[in-house]
């Protein structure tokens, strides 16, 4: 059985196809930095949800985090590794790609 | 959770929270607008305050304060848009040029002029610009 074919799917990043995941990568794709509480809010998961979709992408190097304090209290600061960055890119080319090939419903 | 989306919904969801992005990053024109607002004002306090050195040191402190305060309130916002970054540092740097010149300019050529505040507002026009550009997208 053949597993690897031409279509664009197959060269979709795994990482970032998770709905949570593809969400933070596309927040953070927009911002230059975005806080960790917005990152949360903006996707609708919690707390412990982010973190641990997070530290997937900072394993792969996709995503930095970065703690630090505004006053007195402590903020988790997210921005996208230049690895990141291109790895989304490639991987909103190939949805791009996937989306423009897709028969309307309509046309069925 | 790791199953993926159809395309068209991934990209929907990636144009809903680019909107949400630059939506949350409009604060940085009200910083523009407030610091170029507060510049004028400034301005025009200093030469209202007649060369009084008490009045014109309240007048430093209290502009101080207030860049301070908005330096802190930017600290506290949640987000930086990405299309936002090739405009700050340029207009930091405008805005900088025209504080330098302009006090030069009311220290030296306009030294004790009557509407010597006029010349706050070529520091706030680069502020006001970038407002624009901020708010309007």
């Known amino acids: 059985m053949k597993v690897a074919g031409s279509h664009p799917r197959h ?15 596309a927040t953070l794709a927009s911002a230059d930095q ?4 917005f990152v949360r809010d ?29 006053g007195k209290r402590p903020r988790t600061w997210l921005a996208l590794t230049a690895t990141g960055r291109e790895a989304f890119h490639r991987h909103v080319a190939v949805l791009q790609e996937i989306a423009a090939t897709a028969v ?3 046309e069925r | 959770m790791d199953e ?8 929907a969801e990636m144009d809903r929270v680019a909107q949400a992005v630059r939506h949350r990053s409009r604060w940085y024109g009200r910083f523009l607008l407030a610091l170029g607002a507060g510049t004028v004002v400034y301005y025009a306090g200093i030469e209202a305050a007649d060369r009084r050195l008490p009045a014109v040191i309240g007048l430093m402190l209290c502009w101080l304060g207030f860049v301070l305060a908005l330096v802190l309130w930017a600290e506290r916002q949640p987000v930086w848009a990405r299309d936002l970054r090739p405009w700050r540092w340029p207009l930091f740097a405008l805005y900088f040029a025209t504080v330098s ?11 004790g002029q009557p509407g010597r505040w006029v010349l706050g507002v070529i520091p706030a026009v680069p502020c ?3 407002a624009w550009v901020v708010l309007r997208r």
């Open chain 1, 11 to 25: 060269r979709l990043d795994e990482l970032i196809h998770s709905p949570v995941r593809f969400s933070v990568m």
């Open chain 1, 34 to 37: 975005a806080e960790f509480g």
């Open chain 1, 42 to 70: 903006l996707v609708e998961v919690s707390d412990s949800v982010l973190s641990k979709q997070v530290a997937l992408l900072e394993e792969a190097g996709y995503v930095t985090v970065r703690k630090g304090y505004v």
């Open chain 1, 104 to 106: 309307p419903k309509g």
């Open chain 2, 4 to 11: 993926g989306m159809p395309a068209s919904a991934a990209l």
């Open chain 2, 101 to 111: 010149g302009t006090v030069a300019l009311s220290a030296t050529v306009w030294a």
């Open chain 2, 128 to 130: 006001a610009v970038g």
